[in-house]
Nanobody
Framework: QVQLVESGGGLVQAGGSLRLSCAYS????????YGWYRQAPGKERELVAE????????YADSVKGRRFAISRDRAKNTLYLQMNNLKPEDTAVYYC??????????WGQGTQVTVSS
């Protein structure tokens, strides 16, 4: 089992920045993918960014161009999502997720990000 706890969400004006954190614990040795997803009201959950255990990164088209950046601190067992130049359409509940061999996917409880115009 893996436990995930997100933090760092909040209310920000358009053009502002936030950094989300996700602390993970438990069975960590066979995790091979770490990701951030978001779900806006009335919409399906979508991938925002992901990073593999080898360091490969993938971003949704809507956040490419370094507007968002995913990173991982191995020593702290923490995943981050740096979000810059936020837009109202980025408003959503953001979830972190890890995938371990099986495969098994684990989710955090989510953190709300609200961007005002």
């Amino acid at each position: 089992q893996v436990q995930l706890v997100e933090s760092g969400g909040g209310l920000v004006q358009a053009g502002g920045s936030l950094r989300l954190s996700c602390a993970y614990s438990g069975r960590l040795f066979d995790i091979f993918n770490y990701g951030w997803y978001r779900q806006a009201p009335g919409k399906e959950r979508e991938l925002v960014a992901e990073i593999t255990s080898g360091g490969g990164e993938n971003y949704a088209d809507s956040v490419k161009g370094r507007r968002f950046a995913i990173s991982r601190d191995r020593a702290k067992n923490t995943l981050y999502l740096q979000m810059n130049n936020l837009k109202p359409e980025d408003t959503a509940v953001y979830y972190c997720s890890v995938v371990s061999y099986g495969p098994t996917k684990y989710w955090g409880q989510g953190t709300q990000v609200t961007v005002s115009s």
